[in-house]
């Protein structure tokens, strides 16, 4: 599957509002783009997953250009309680998913 | 939603004893199942593909004889360690994707973490 990039960390307030920007150049066809958060000591959990466009859930919004090159996932009024990895992947069919760096966004009061 | 569960959440165990760890799909069926690796302070490895019925597929650098993988029904994968380590100390993650689900979403344990002394 193709390979993700997406910065390792990125600073930001308390009820701000966070983009996390994600390249994926040599995304196919089949690709989905789908992100997970994980906190310490625990599985990633499904935050949101979308094809092209934008896709919004009670969690995030996730902002697609046509040429689906890259991804935006955005975080509305982050919290101390955000502070986790936010991993973006490519996810096609049953075939396995590919770690990158994941972000991590520190939030300040 | 689909809920994935491990078992155990945390064990320790002695230098050269095998340990087994559970992954059950919950409410779904998953005919595929993955096994990742996490070091502290680092990105998910994964270890291998196990898959229903057949033997698993282990991703390149992980022995195959050392992480036993069994995934004897549609809801259930072990892996076990054998002859454990202090190096093989990690959080062992396990994700599956459910059969009959549109979206093309996989679902994760809440992992296990190993500490071999």
């Known amino acids: 599957l193709a390979k993700t990039t997406q910065p390792i960390s990125m600073d930001s307030y308390e009820g701000q509002e966070v983009n996390i920007t994600c390249s994926h150049n040599?995304?196919?066809?089949?690709?989905?783009i789908t992100w997970y958060q994980q906190f310490p000591s625990q599985g990633p959990r499904f935050i949101i997953q979308?094809?092209?466009t934008k896709v919004t859930n009670e969690v995030a919004s996730l902002f697609i250009p046509a040429d689906r090159k890259s991804s935006t996932l955005s975080l509305p009024r982050v919290s101390l309680s955000d502070t986790a990895v936010y991993y973006c992947?490519?996810?096609?069919?049953?075939?396995?998913?590919?770690f990158g760096t994941g972000t991590r966004p520190l939030v300040s009061p | 939603g689909a809920v994935v569960s491990q078992h155990p959440s945390r064990v320790i165990c002695k230098s050269g004893t095998s340990v087994k760890i559970e992954c059950r799909s919950l409410?779904?069926?998953?005919?595929?199942m993955f096994w990742y690796r996490q070091f502290p302070k680092q990105s998910l490895m994964l270890m291998a593909t196990?898959?229903?019925?057949?033997?698993?597929?282990?991703e390149q650098g992980v022995e195959k004889d050392k992480f036993l993988i069994n995934h004897a029904s549609l809801t259930l994968s072990t892996l076990t360690v054998t002859s454990a380590h202090p190096e093989d100390s990690s959080f062992y993650i396990c994700?599956?994707?459910?059969?009959?689900?549109?979206?093309?979403?996989?679902?994760f344990g809440p992992g296990t973490r190993l500490l071999v002394l």
């Open positions: 994700s599956a994707r459910p059969a009959d689900m549109l979206q093309e979403t996989q679902y």
């Open positions: 040599n995304i196919a066809t089949n690709d989905y």
């Open positions: 979308g094809y092209k």
């Open positions: 992947l490519l996810a096609r069919g049953f075939q396995k998913l590919v």
């Open positions: 409410d779904f069926q998953a005919t595929t």
């Open positions: 196990s898959n229903e019925g057949s033997k698993a597929t282990y």
